[in-house]
């Protein structure tokens, strides 16, 4: 219903992509002795840690209810995806400001610049094609929409994330190519400076968006709108239903949680009323697969 089964794909993606560019950064920084490429080592291998949060918040998100977690630990999901935001935020976005800064004031000529070329070059590749197989699993879920709908309406956390994880790392190394690239062409450092402080406002503002969208989540989102149209849809088309006066859903992670209110039309007797409820459930939970609790009321006003 959302693509959380799709996501794993694309979180296994970004983590391959952004191991094989850590371990192509900690190369050039042990050659080089380029203490500024063994910071955008770790930056990397950061961001490596963010996948792993994510394939923990999956796993735990699979976690069966109990006495003390009724409905499943599925918004788990959420907490790893906004805690990710933060560190993409803190470790990505500040540190690179910070280091844009420090270069401004302690301006540093470049090492072995081509071969900051050929790794970036190769960042570019890696993350093109984690952000191909991401494109992948976004069109799943996204229809008719365009991506920024998509990304204001997905109640795919996991997918989110890396999203705007790939996004950012893409514009992140092209921004970062052109500034070494000028640097080389003019010899002056200030593109360099100016170009490492302009990934770290893009990592800011991808984090923000990111936090806000996961923050919603968090908080307690409904179904999207076409989702929750067509469920109210199907209820209405029921035989057994006179007429719906509320529909609340929430995402738990992967899974849905229903609540109807509804007068059913006049039944034989409470047994028959009962059996109407009862397929009126599951042909709901048959329809819409990631509802995993339905609870229905019957009453006669709203």
């Known amino acids: 219903m ?9 979180v296994l993606l970004a983590l391959g992509a952004n191991f094989a560019i850590f371990v192509a950064k900690l190369a050039a920084a042990l050659i ?11 930056h990397s291998l950061a961001d490596c840690g963010n996948q792993g949060l994510l394939l923990l918040g999956m796993r735990q998100a699979k976690r069966p209810p109990s006495d003390d977690y009724p409905l499943g630990w ?27 800064v420090h270069k401004l004031t302690h301006p540093e000529p470049l090492s072995w610049p081509w071969l900051a070329v050929g790794v970036l070059i190769f960042g570019l590749l890696a993350e093109g094609i984690s952000m191909r197989g991401c494109l992948q699993e976004v069109r799943k879920e996204q229809g ?21 994880e790939d996004s950012a790392a893409l514009l992140g190394l092209l921004l970062a190519l052109l500034a070494v690239l000028a640097t080389m062409l003019t010899g002056n450092l200030l593109f360099d400076a100016l170009g490492t402080i302009a990934i770290g406002v893009l990592l800011v503002v991808v984090a923000v968006l990111v936090a806000v969208e996961v923050k919603g ?9 076409k989702q929750r149209e067509a469920m109210l849809g199907f209820l209405r088309e029921r035989p057994e239903i006179e007429c719906v006066y509320n529909l609340l859903t929430l995402h738990m992670g992967p899974d849905v949680m229903v609540a109807i209110k509804a007068r059913m039309r006049a039944a034989a007797s409470g047994r028959a009323q009962v ?3 009862n397929a009126v459930e599951r042909d709901f939970r048959a329809r819409f697969e990631a509802v995993r609790w339905c609870f229905f009321e019957p009453d006669v006003d709203d």
């Not at 008719?144 to 705007?164: A, K």
């Not at 307690?220 to 709108?225: A, L, M, R, T």
């Open 144 to 164: 008719d929409r365009n991506l920024w709908q998509w990304f204001r309406e997905s109640r795919s956390s996991e997918l989110l994330v890396i999203f705007g």
């Open 2 to 10: 959302s693509g959380h089964a799709n996501s794993l794909k694309a």
């Open 217 to 225: 989540l968090l908080i307690g989102h409904g179904v999207e709108p």
């Open 74 to 100: 599925g918004r788990a999901l959420y907490f790893w995806s906004f805690l990710v935001a933060i560190l993409l935020f803190s470790v990505g976005g500040v540190f690179s400001i910070y280091e844009g």
């Open 32 to 42: 080089t002795g380029s203490g500024a490429m063994l910071a955008e080592a770790v």
């Open 275 to 277: 059996d109407d409820i």
